[in-house]
């Protein structure tokens, strides 16, 4: 008969330990996947996706700006729409040429070494002190 260590096959200790097994195995695919840019970070994406759209908002705001002395100067109505339509394909094409600054595959939090202890979200520990500051010692009296 093989020996499970004293423990009983199908107990709540076996449950519980199959259960970690699997959530063990369920991120290293994970790891894996990050490793491979087949997974992203959402808060990478949302960062990256709010660069965008805040690039495109800022240079399609930027159109009345430069369609409003030459439509003014227009009395022909053609004319005018020719002008609209040249600026906005003009920012169609610098904003296709666009590239965020933060990217959703350069995760910031896949650079984070894993450290050696079972919590690898834990924050490191910062040696500083605590309590009162110590008395000068050696004051000229």
Known sequence: MASTGGVKIGSSY???RTRKVNAEAE?????LKKIHSELVNADDVVSAWTDVLGS???RLLSIPTK???????EGN???????????ITEALEELSRYEPKISPTESTASKVEPSDEGD???PKEKRK????????A???K
């Open 14 to 16: 076996d449950e519980a």
């Open 27 to 31: 991120i290293a695919e994970l790891e």
């Open 56 to 58: 495109v908002k800022s």
């Open 67 to 73: 369609a409003a002395p030459v439509v003014a100067a």
């Open 77 to 87: 109505a053609g004319v005018c729409q020719d002008v609209i339509e040249q600026l």
């Open 120 to 122: 690898e979200s834990a």
């Open 129 to 136: 002190r605590v309590g009162r500051p110590r008395k000068a």
């Open 138 to 140: 050696g004051l000229a």
